[in-house]
């Protein structure tokens, strides 16, 4: 199964003035997943947006609301598709609809003299809804392709290995992710820069503790073909055998550590919530243990 496919490119920048030039790659790539996934999103789209444009005008019928302005009608088929992201795609036609009735003037039945009105029911109604095949056809051509850029050589980095390399993108880029959002490390309300500077190596040094936590236990979990429960509480049925560090820490969130001390202020007891068996199967495959875990459970000389 073809995994991805495409070419390179190089090219030289500088910065403006013609300075500080210097070389870079360009690999533009195609994965047809992504581009099979592109491809059946659009078809769900337009299929949505045909739905919706032909619900504009219905019969007319009993409760049956008409558009009988056409700048509405157009107003409507406007919205449906820039909400279907679709503009361009499909062509709709539609007309104008008069019917006419007549009817006597007043109460009454009615009589060879008598004046009579003409009333007028106006709707747009649409009649016709295409899709642009070739302008389709261009669009499904662009999908699944993606480009990137690097300074390494060929020796050291093929396109092969670039596109691997890339692919793994998005657990760098959840490590910043993490920084921003887990950790908060803005806005720093600090102002010394000793205190920036120290406060960023401890947030830092906290989102390697998460990325470690993460990836030692979805290892263990990959060699041992295992999966864990209880990590979804909105599923508790639910297994994953690649859990979150957030999820991992959530897991340990009902523990609570009860210490009891005597009039002088001494120890006297220390209570520690039991460990579930999740608890104790993370622990195990972080390499932990839950020796050092009970340590925290000691009672004092008191006692």
Known sequence: MLAAEGYELERTCCVPGGEGAWSERVL?????????QQAAG?????????TQLMALTPPRGRGKRQI????????????ILTTQRVDGLLSVAWEKQVEQTTQYVGRGRG??????????????????????EDIIAARRQRFGWKAFVTNAGHTWLSLQDAVLCYRNAYRVERIFNRLKSRVHIAPLFVKLNEQI?????LLTLGVRVLTVTEFVLRRSLETAQASLPGLHPENKHKMTDKP????ILKAFSDISLTIIKNAAGEEILRRL?????????ILQRLGLGTTLYRQLEIQGIGT
């Open 28 to 36: 533009v790539v195609r994965s047809p997943m992504h581009a099979n």
């Open 42 to 50: 659009l078809e769900t789209r337009l299929r949505h947006a045909e």
């Open 68 to 79: 009988t302005d056409e700048a509405t009608l157009v107003e409507a088929i406007t919205l």
């Open 111 to 132: 009589a060879v003299h008598r004046e009579k009105r003409v009333i007028q029911k106006i709707r747009s109604h649409i009649t016709h809804i295409a899709r642009q």
């Open 197 to 201: 500077e120290g406060l960023t190596y």
């Open 244 to 247: 979150t560090a957030e999820r």
């Open 273 to 281: 919530t039991p460990l579930s068996g999740l608890q104790e199967d």
